[in-house]
């Protein structure tokens, strides 16, 4: 499907406005990552501790971070859930920061001073060896086992959706079997029903950290030795530097908007850059695959001429594959909610500069090493006959 047909753009012509951009934004990137000490890495990559935490009602953030100090709160596209990240620089303090910030939370939001357990909060073996003695004095005859399968299926019971770990009453357990009106009773003598539920607590230490950050960068190094490798072998070597050069373009201006905009990178801030390597560099082959097509059928034209016909000739598909995924990734980074964020950024950035980088970055190197090489070959008499050295933009 071809949206324009017959276009006949300059564009080496216009190369100079995208370069000198490109140069603007790689040092502008550049200069605010060595302010800022390089890249905000986020938890994942630095070492922390993540809990994420659902309240019965919309979140308290502000009494959250006075209560908890300095960590970072997040809303999440759940309902009523955040994300509570803290940073750690002790591997040994691993487990008693995450009980001290479930500690902090319970105080602030439980009520602690009653001597009574947290019933959204407590675990199977908490609550069996609470429940008992007190069902013992209230004559309910169950056995150590029986006593254990009843707590697992009150348990079961909370955490299944959709009160997903969060009771707002008692009163919901009377359907569960087992449950008889004593046991109910004790319950509500024995706990208390919390505003909030700790769902799940991620724990990486400082040392995993640096060691995904190290392999982050090993891999996407990786990536762009294969595809150099590749288009070297597909088309001739100065395609394979040029495409590289791109794309290597492409990330170090994504992770300076970063840095810009003060946005941490996550693992998956690394799983969408990755992304825009390939995705960059399929535009950048698909452009490269027409060009050597039309320099077999047109030898003599000067290369520029070629590269222009063949942009040309691409520039309905790159609308319509570029101008679809953007729009695509424009929508779930307005309305994809925090957790998706950082990695939708990065690539509504990616595409924006990939796509150009493509036709501007590219495509003139392969012209100036052309234009470089076959200047060297005049000057030495052994240009081939008819053959046209490419005229500069």
């Known amino acids: 499907m071809e949206i324009l047909k017959n276009t006949n753009i300059d564009f080496l012509g216009r190369k100079w406005p995208f370069i000198i951009a490109s140069l603007a934004l790689t040092a502008v990137g550049l200069v605010s990552l060595a302010v800022k000490g390089g890249p905000k890495y986020g938890i994942d990559f630095r070492g922390g501790a993540v809990m994420y935490v659902k309240f019965a009602g919309k979140p308290p953030v502000d009494q959250i971070r006075a209560s908890l100090g300095d960590v970072s709160v997040q809303e999440m596209t759940t309902e009523n859930e955040v994300m509570i990240g803290t940073e750690l620089q002790d591997e040994r303090t691993l487990d008693a920061n995450r009980r001290q910030m479930a500690d902090k939370l319970a105080a602030t939001f439980g009520q602690p001073s009653s001597g ?5 909060n407590v675990s199977n073996q908490a609550l069996t060896d609470r429940l008992r003695e007190p069902l013992q004095k209230a004559n309910a005859q169950l056995s ?34 087992g449950v008889t009106p004593v046991i109910l009773n004790v319950l509500k003598q024995e706990c208390y029903l919390s505003s909030f539920v700790i769902r799940q607590v991620e724990v990486v230490g400082p040392k995993v950290g640096g060691d995904l950050r190290r392999q982050a960068v090993l891999v996407t190094l990786a990536a762009l030795g294969g595809m150099l490798i590749y288009i070297a072998f597909r088309f001739e070597w100065i395609y394979g530097v040029a495409a590289v050069i791109a794309v290597f373009h492409d990330t170090v ?6 840095s810009l905009f003060d946005k941490e990178i996550s693992l998956n801030v690394v799983a969408a ?15 490269f695959d027409r060009i050597r097509e039309n320099v077999k059928l047109t030898r003599r034209e000067p290369l520029e001429t070629i ?25 779930l980074f307005l309305f994809g909610g925090p957790v998706l964020h950082t990695f939708s950024f ?3 950035v990616g595409i924006l500069i990939g796509t ?30 008819g053959k046209q050295a490419p005229r500069k933009g």
Request: charged fraction near 15%.
């Open 346 to 348: 990065a690539l509504v």
């Open 253 to 258: 201006i994504t992770v300076g908007f970063f």
């Open 307 to 331: 590269i222009n016909r063949s942009v040309n000739q691409t520039l309905s598909r790159t609308i319509m594959t570029s101008g679809l995924t953007f729009l695509t990734v424009l929508a």
């Open 273 to 287: 850059l990755l992304t825009l390597v390939g995705y960059s560099m399929n535009d950048t082959i698909v452009i």
């Open 356 to 385: 150009y980088s493509s036709v501007f970055i590219a495509s003139p190197i392969v012209v100036f090493w052309h234009s470089y090489a076959d200047g060297k070959r005049k000057a030495a008499g052994v240009l081939p006959a």
């Open 116 to 120: 009574k357990l947290d019933f959204n």
């Open 144 to 177: 150590d086992q029986q006593l254990q399968d009843l707590t697992a299926a009150i348990l079961d019971f909370r955490n299944t959706p959709p009160r997903s770990g969060l009771l707002s009453s008692f009163d919901q357990l009377s359907g569960v079997a």
